[in-house]
Protein backbone atom coordinates (compact mmCIF):
# COMPACT_ATOMS: atom_id res chain seq x y z
CA UNK A 1 0.00 0.00 0.00
CA UNK A 2 1.67 3.17 -0.69
CA UNK A 3 2.33 5.62 1.94
CA UNK A 4 0.85 8.55 2.97
CA UNK A 5 4.19 10.50 1.94
CA UNK A 6 3.80 8.64 -1.88
CA UNK A 7 0.00 10.01 -2.02
CA UNK A 8 1.09 13.62 -1.34
CA UNK A 9 4.10 13.46 -4.05
CA UNK A 10 2.11 12.03 -6.68
CA UNK A 11 -0.62 14.74 -5.86
CA UNK A 12 -3.55 12.54 -4.17
CA UNK A 13 -4.74 13.42 -1.14
CA UNK A 14 -2.88 12.89 2.20
CA UNK A 15 -5.94 12.37 3.98
CA UNK A 16 -7.46 9.21 4.12
CA UNK A 17 -11.21 8.50 3.51
CA UNK A 18 -11.44 6.22 6.01
CA UNK A 19 -8.59 5.37 8.43
CA UNK A 20 -8.14 3.35 12.08
CA UNK A 21 -6.20 4.79 14.48
CA UNK A 22 -4.69 2.50 17.28
CA UNK A 23 -2.72 4.43 20.17
CA UNK A 24 -0.40 3.35 22.60
CA UNK A 25 0.26 5.13 25.92
CA UNK A 26 4.40 5.25 27.09
CA UNK A 27 6.71 7.69 27.93
CA UNK A 28 9.61 8.31 25.42
CA UNK A 29 13.17 7.25 25.82
CA UNK A 30 14.99 4.45 27.28
CA UNK A 31 15.06 5.31 30.95
CA UNK A 32 11.12 4.45 29.98
CA UNK A 33 11.19 2.08 27.63
CA UNK A 34 10.91 -1.25 30.11
CA UNK A 35 8.51 0.60 32.89
CA UNK A 36 5.03 -1.03 33.86
CA UNK A 37 4.00 2.75 32.48
CA UNK A 38 5.14 1.45 29.11
CA UNK A 39 2.78 -1.39 28.77
CA UNK A 40 0.72 0.98 26.05
CA UNK A 41 4.05 1.40 23.89
CA UNK A 42 4.99 -2.31 23.96
CA UNK A 43 1.67 -3.82 23.30
CA UNK A 44 1.68 -1.51 19.90
CA UNK A 45 4.94 -2.73 18.93
CA UNK A 46 4.43 -6.40 19.47
CA UNK A 47 0.65 -6.06 16.93
CA UNK A 48 3.20 -3.76 14.58
CA UNK A 49 5.47 -6.74 14.44
CA UNK A 50 2.82 -8.98 14.32
CA UNK A 51 1.79 -7.36 10.84
CA UNK A 52 5.07 -6.09 9.55
CA UNK A 53 4.58 -2.93 9.85
CA UNK A 54 6.98 -0.65 11.31
CA UNK A 55 7.57 3.01 13.35
CA UNK A 56 9.67 4.29 10.59
CA UNK A 57 7.81 8.20 10.38
CA UNK A 58 7.18 10.98 12.97
CA UNK A 59 4.42 12.88 12.72
CA UNK A 60 2.89 15.51 15.12
CA UNK A 61 5.46 14.57 17.60
CA UNK A 62 4.32 10.30 17.40
CA UNK A 63 6.06 7.70 15.78
CA UNK A 64 3.98 5.92 13.50
CA UNK A 65 3.84 2.80 11.98
CA UNK A 66 1.13 2.46 8.89
CA UNK A 67 -0.39 -0.30 6.35
CA UNK A 68 -3.00 -2.00 5.94
CA UNK A 69 -4.30 -4.97 7.70
CA UNK A 70 -7.17 -7.03 6.05
CA UNK A 71 -7.87 -4.36 3.71
CA UNK A 72 -8.25 -1.91 6.74
CA UNK A 73 -6.27 1.38 6.28
CA UNK A 74 -4.53 1.04 9.91
CA UNK A 75 -2.29 4.17 11.90
CA UNK A 76 -0.45 3.44 14.93
CA UNK A 77 0.75 6.11 17.11
CA UNK A 78 3.03 6.09 20.13
CA UNK A 79 3.11 9.90 21.34
CA UNK A 80 6.70 11.23 22.00
CA UNK A 81 5.76 13.75 24.97
CA UNK A 82 5.63 12.77 28.15
CA UNK A 83 2.48 10.67 29.03
CA UNK A 84 0.86 13.91 30.68
CA UNK A 85 0.69 15.54 27.46
CA UNK A 86 -0.46 12.47 25.16
CA UNK A 87 -3.34 14.44 24.08
CA UNK A 88 -1.42 16.97 21.53
CA UNK A 89 -0.44 14.40 19.59
CA UNK A 90 -3.56 12.19 19.13
CA UNK A 91 -5.62 15.47 19.07
CA UNK A 92 -3.69 16.69 15.88
CA UNK A 93 -3.84 13.26 14.72
CA UNK A 94 -7.37 12.89 15.05
CA UNK A 95 -8.64 15.40 13.57
CA UNK A 96 -5.83 15.95 10.43
CA UNK A 97 -7.17 12.39 9.78
CA UNK A 98 -10.87 12.61 10.54
CA UNK A 99 -10.69 10.14 12.72
CA UNK A 100 -14.36 8.78 14.06
CA UNK A 101 -13.99 8.45 17.86
CA UNK A 102 -15.47 4.36 17.04
CA UNK A 103 -12.12 3.83 14.51
CA UNK A 104 -10.22 5.47 17.82
CA UNK A 105 -8.34 2.53 20.26
CA UNK A 106 -5.62 3.68 23.21
CA UNK A 107 -3.86 1.06 24.85
CA UNK A 108 -2.66 1.90 28.12
CA UNK A 109 -1.44 0.54 31.96
CA UNK A 110 -4.22 0.42 34.63
CA UNK A 111 -3.00 0.29 38.50
CA UNK A 112 -6.31 -0.51 39.21
CA UNK A 113 -6.58 -4.00 37.66
CA UNK A 114 -4.45 -6.82 39.07
CA UNK A 115 -1.19 -8.04 37.34
CA UNK A 116 -1.87 -8.91 33.58
CA UNK A 117 -5.69 -8.51 33.49
CA UNK A 118 -7.48 -6.71 30.28
CA UNK A 119 -9.83 -4.88 30.02
CA UNK A 120 -11.70 -3.79 26.56
CA UNK A 121 -14.22 -0.96 26.64
CA UNK A 122 -16.70 0.70 23.99
CA UNK A 123 -16.39 4.08 26.28
CA UNK A 124 -15.78 5.51 29.74
CA UNK A 125 -14.32 7.83 31.90
CA UNK A 126 -10.23 8.40 31.88
CA UNK A 127 -10.36 6.87 35.37
CA UNK A 128 -7.35 9.30 37.12
CA UNK A 129 -4.94 8.01 34.15
CA UNK A 130 -3.28 10.99 33.31
CA UNK A 131 -2.58 10.57 29.57
CA UNK A 132 -6.24 9.54 29.04
CA UNK A 133 -7.09 12.96 30.23
CA UNK A 134 -5.33 14.97 27.82
CA UNK A 135 -6.51 12.37 25.34
CA UNK A 136 -10.31 13.57 26.27
CA UNK A 137 -9.33 16.90 26.38
CA UNK A 138 -7.93 17.19 23.40
CA UNK A 139 -10.36 15.16 20.75
CA UNK A 140 -13.25 16.81 22.97
CA UNK A 141 -15.42 13.48 23.51
CA UNK A 142 -14.47 9.78 26.31
CA UNK A 143 -16.71 7.97 23.64
CA UNK A 144 -14.08 6.00 22.27
CA UNK A 145 -12.66 2.06 22.84
CA UNK A 146 -9.98 1.44 25.01
CA UNK A 147 -7.58 -1.23 25.96
CA UNK A 148 -6.80 -1.08 29.56
CA UNK A 149 -3.90 -3.44 30.84
CA UNK A 150 -3.21 -4.40 34.29
CA UNK A 151 0.16 -3.21 36.59
CA UNK A 152 -1.58 -3.96 39.73
CA UNK A 153 -0.61 -1.53 43.22
CA UNK A 154 0.91 -3.58 45.26
CA UNK A 155 1.64 -0.21 47.42
CA UNK A 156 -1.00 2.69 47.09
CA UNK A 157 1.79 5.12 48.44
CA UNK A 158 4.03 4.45 46.42
CA UNK A 159 2.14 4.50 42.44
CA UNK A 160 5.50 6.88 40.75
CA UNK A 161 7.45 3.80 41.87
CA UNK A 162 5.63 0.98 40.98
CA UNK A 163 4.60 2.35 37.76
CA UNK A 164 8.19 3.85 36.55
CA UNK A 165 9.54 0.39 37.59
CA UNK A 166 10.26 -2.37 35.47
CA UNK A 167 8.61 -6.25 35.60
CA UNK A 168 10.85 -8.87 37.28
CA UNK A 169 10.89 -11.91 36.04
CA UNK A 170 8.23 -13.59 36.75
CA UNK A 171 5.75 -10.71 36.35
CA UNK A 172 7.83 -10.54 32.67
CA UNK A 173 6.51 -13.87 31.41
CA UNK A 174 3.13 -13.20 32.50
CA UNK A 175 2.98 -9.71 31.05
CA UNK A 176 4.38 -11.29 27.52
CA UNK A 177 1.57 -13.72 27.47
CA UNK A 178 -0.97 -10.79 28.60
CA UNK A 179 0.96 -8.80 25.35
CA UNK A 180 0.03 -11.73 23.30
CA UNK A 181 -3.19 -11.44 24.11
CA UNK A 182 -3.44 -7.52 23.64
CA UNK A 183 -2.04 -7.77 20.76
CA UNK A 184 -4.53 -10.71 19.58
CA UNK A 185 -7.19 -8.62 20.81
CA UNK A 186 -6.36 -5.55 18.49
CA UNK A 187 -6.78 -7.75 15.21
CA UNK A 188 -10.55 -8.59 16.77
CA UNK A 189 -11.27 -5.14 17.33
CA UNK A 190 -10.24 -3.78 13.98
CA UNK A 191 -11.70 -6.35 12.14
CA UNK A 192 -14.67 -7.26 13.96
CA UNK A 193 -15.67 -4.36 16.09
CA UNK A 194 -15.29 -3.90 20.05
CA UNK A 195 -18.35 -5.76 20.91
CA UNK A 196 -16.24 -9.08 19.50
CA UNK A 197 -13.28 -8.13 20.91
CA UNK A 198 -15.10 -7.38 24.76
CA UNK A 199 -17.02 -10.67 24.36
CA UNK A 200 -13.97 -12.89 23.53
CA UNK A 201 -10.82 -11.11 25.38
CA UNK A 202 -12.78 -9.33 29.00
Known amino acids: ?37 NVGFMIVERFARAHDLRFSRKRFNAEIAEGEINNIRVMIAKPQS ?11 LFKFFKIEP ?25 GGHHGMESIIAHIGTSDFPRLRVGIGRPNPEADIDHVLGTFDGDERK ?14 VWLTDGINAAMNKFN
Open 174 to 187: LMDETFANASDALS
Open 102 to 126: HDLVVVYDDLDLPLGKMRMRAKGSA
Open 1 to 37: MPSLRWLKRHGASETPTHIKLIVGLGNPGQRYAHSRH
Open 82 to 92: YMNLSGEAVGK
